[in-house]
């Protein structure tokens, strides 16, 4: 079965007073100062760079009522994460990681972090694909999505509706439940040993988000295994506190990643 009629009052004709009158037209912060409800996140980064855990520690720390990166205490939300690529051993070594740090969070609960992981990937052109995973979803009902590797989505034909039918699902899905969603993605391979830190595969990717996030090699001044936090498409809203750096600890407590902002931002110490 396929999806129609999606329940949106922003369908029919307004006045432009009545529209921005309207409280739906405001979403509430997700993770406030980052992401609001329906805002699109698509993150690029390079294969064993740690992309997994940063996706994984967005989910666990804003359940637990912390920011995942300024590491500040916010409402804890509902948070759902969808593993389409790795094997089920290694989603639960990295989530028992974070639910270590997590469970000493005050407002620390583990039902609001929802798992689905299929290794073999879903196909949303497929209409059981897509009915199987939106029926997961409405069953989570979370605030926050954090789902990939986008490759993992769609059968790749070398052409542009196949990736139209990955961001045609995901808009239904935060249209229908008003989260927002993170979605991983990987860089290109690039030519001549150079690789530009936007998403692979079609131009789309770089059209459709809100924030467009590439996590580039740190330089050789930073910490090994750091990550510096461009942009590769402009954010379709300024004033959102985005770290210019990661860095990665690799010791087994604490947060795995720790972000350093900019100076002057109202997180810098």
Request: hydrophobic residues 40%.
């Amino acid at each position: 079965a396929e999806f129609s009629g999606f329940d949106t009052c922003s369908e029919r004709l307004m006045s432009a007073a009545e529209f921005v009158a309207r409280p739906s037209s405001k979403p509430d912060p997700v993770i406030p100062g980052l992401v609001n409800g329906q805002d699109r996140v698509v993150v690029v980064a390079g294969e064993g760079s740690g992309k997994t855990m940063h996706a994984f520690q967005w989910a666990i720390a804003a359940a637990a009522g912390v920011h995942p990166y300024a590491w500040t205490e916010i409402p804890p939300i509902r948070t759902m994460i969808i593993d389409l690529e790795n094997p089920e051993y290694l989603v639960s070594e990295k989530i028992i990681r974070l639910l270590r740090v997590a469970e000493q969070q005050p407002h620390y609960d583990p039902a609001r972090v929802q798992v689905f992981s299929r290794p073999r990937g879903v196909f949303l052109d497929r209409p059981g694909d897509r009915y199987k995973l939106a029926g997961k979803i409405r069953q989570a009902n979370p605030q926050l999505i954090v789902a990939g590797p986008v490759y993992k989505m769609f059968r790749d034909r070398g052409e542009r509706a196949d990736h139209g039918v990955v961001t045609e699902f995901w808009d239904m899905i935060r249209e229908r439940h008003g989260c927002a969603l993170m979605l991983e993605h990987h860089a290109p391979l690039g030519i001549g040993g150079k690789r530009l830190w936007r998403p692979a595969g079609s131009a789309l990717w770089t059209q459709w988000p809100e924030f467009g996030i590439g996590l580039s090699p740190g330089g050789k001044n930073d910490p090994p295994g750091s990550l510096i936090v461009g942009k590769f498409r402009g954010h379709r809203q300024e004033g959102r506190v985005w770290p210019d750096t990661l860095i990665r600890h690799r010791r087994h407590f604490g947060w795995p990643w720790e972000a350093r902002y900019p100076t002057g931002t109202l997180t810098d110490d």
